[in-house]
């Protein structure tokens, strides 16, 4: 019989999925050796969420995945939910054996979750590879932070050089994070707690370059639904510019995101789950959103993060296709402009005060009014100010999501949908304003070339 995997109708064929049933959170995001590494909450044997268990990818360049066998399978802990990856470079936790590196999982085993575990809270637990993330084996001696309240959960652990100790954010209850320390990664101390006003799970923090300001750096601290505080951190205690915390991403299907660990060139690599997608018939269920570079800047709001798609993306284009200086003036003449699968778009569209555009991909409207400075795109809206009268967007089109990237990365928005294959997939039109540019790439498919193999 004929594999059909990857060749589904609503299969995205540049975001990653697992080659069939459930997925959600991407965990454990790690670099080491040349590979990236993509640990996922998955359910090995159902379609639905259930079943707690870490999945396993590797690639070389963010784009073509090979799926691999699970790492992390429920015990009588729990099953296991969300987590972080670190590689241990200077064997603080004595693990390594021989010359390679040890590549830690830290994890939350999810008591009272199945029939095995029940009565067991939620405690933070380790996994470690002594041969180069190919395997692993959990800590004789787990739970390494034991129940504190709730479901506290979803560590994420990184390394603070000045201190020479590892730092952990945890989930903990309703809006409020705890930062921790550790030596070792085995016995934690609590540092202090960091709220964060309508936000909860999944927690990440890292220190990341200012742009513009030679040597400056700040500590960023997100949360499951990307909202971020940035500010300073000592190893002990984490003060934030501001309190109120700043959204990048305005899409309807962005959560759980993570940047990647241990990433050489000092890139900040994001990943989200694109949460409540539909996808009637596949085998699969849920996808990953492309991979994000995150800047940190200033803007006349004070520090800003931007997000824009990792340069690997070139990786996959095909045939590019190219339009200047068109001038929308009546809303009923309709510029069509092709039709392709998958798309890669840079716009620029110079926009008067009263003028409108609505670019049209697989019969969605994207649209921008000046008047109100709304960029909207299936169902949400993000706010936008112009540079110099001009609005820059980057659009990826997948077989079942759409990003949107405004004005360099500013703002995002990050949403699923399923295509109207009625009419052209490009098409754009409006009034008082004129295309400045419009460069859109046809793109190929990660899949064909690196087929995957079952988990």
């Known amino acids: 019989m004929t594999d059909t995997f990857y060749q589904e109708k609503y299969r995205p064929q540049f975001h990653f999925t697992a080659r069939q049933n459930w997925i959600n959170d991407p965990n454990g995001l790690v670099f080491y050796k040349g590979a990236y590494h993509l640990f996922f909450q998955h359910n090995p044997s159902g379609i639905e969420w259930g079943n707690m268990t870490w999945g396993h990818a590797v690639s070389s360049d963010l784009i073509h995945w090979q799926q691999l066998e699970n790492v992390l399978l429920p015990d009588s802990m729990g099953t296991m939910f969300s987590g972080s990856a670190v590689v241990d470079w200077d064997n603080t936790a004595g693990f390594q054996q021989g010359d390679e590196k040890t590549i830690v999982l830290i994890y939350t085993a999810a008591g009272n979750q199945s029939p095995e575990s029940r009565g067991q809270p939620f405690t933070q637990c380790l996994a470690y590879s002594t041969d180069g993330g190919r395997s692993f084996t959990k800590y004789a001696l787990n739970p390494v932070l034991k129940h504190i309240i709730h479901e506290n959960r979803d560590p994420k652990v990184t390394w603070h050089a000045p201190s020479r100790r590892w730092i952990m954010a945890l989930y903990l209850d309703k809006d409020v994070y705890g930062l921790f320390t550790s030596p070792d990664l085995k016995a934690w101390t609590h540092l202090q707690d960091v709220v964060m006003p309508g936000c909860s799970e999944c927690p990440d923090i890292f220190e990341i370059p200012v742009e513009g300001s030679s040597g400056e750096t700040r500590w960023v601290f997100i ?17 934030p510019d501001f309190n109120t915390p700043r959204i990048v991403d305005f899409g309807a299907n962005y959560y759980a995101v993570q940047t990647y660990s241990d990433m050489p060139n000092g890139r900040r690599i994001q990943v989200a789950w694109m949460s409540g997608g539909k996808y009637p018939g596949m085998p699969f269920n849920q996808q990953m959103s492309f991979p994000c570079v995150l800047r940190l800047a200033r803007s006349t709001n004070g520090l800003q993060l931007l997000r824009t798609p990792v340069k690997e ?18 809303w009923n003449d309709i510029h069509e402009l092709l039709t392709a699968d998958l798309l890669d778009i840079d716009l620029v569209v110079e926009v008067d005060d009263d003028g409108e555009f609505m670019l049209r991909l697989h019969g969605e409207p994207l649209t921008y009014s000046a008047a109100t400075g709304q960029l909207t795109v299936l169902g949400r809206t993000a706010v936008i100010q112009p540079h ?38 490009v098409a754009i039109q409006g009034v008082n304003a004129q295309v400045i540019a419009l460069r859109a790439y046809e793109m190929h498919s990660a899949w064909n070339s690196a087929r995957q193999s079952g988990s």
Do not use: K, Q
């Open 223 to 239: 949360a499951s639904n990307g909202h971020y505080l940035a500010g300073s951190f000592d190893g002990a205690h984490f003060a």
């Open 313 to 330: 993306a070139e990786l996959l284009h095909a045939g590019m296709h190219e339009w200047a200086a068109i001038r929308l003036e009546r």
């Open 388 to 425: 110099d009268g001009r609005i820059e967007l980057r659009v990826l089109v997948d077989r079942a999501s759409i990003e949107v990237f405004v004005n360099g990365g500013e703002a995002s928005l990050t949403s699923c949908f399923l295509p109207d294959s009625a009419g052209p997939n």
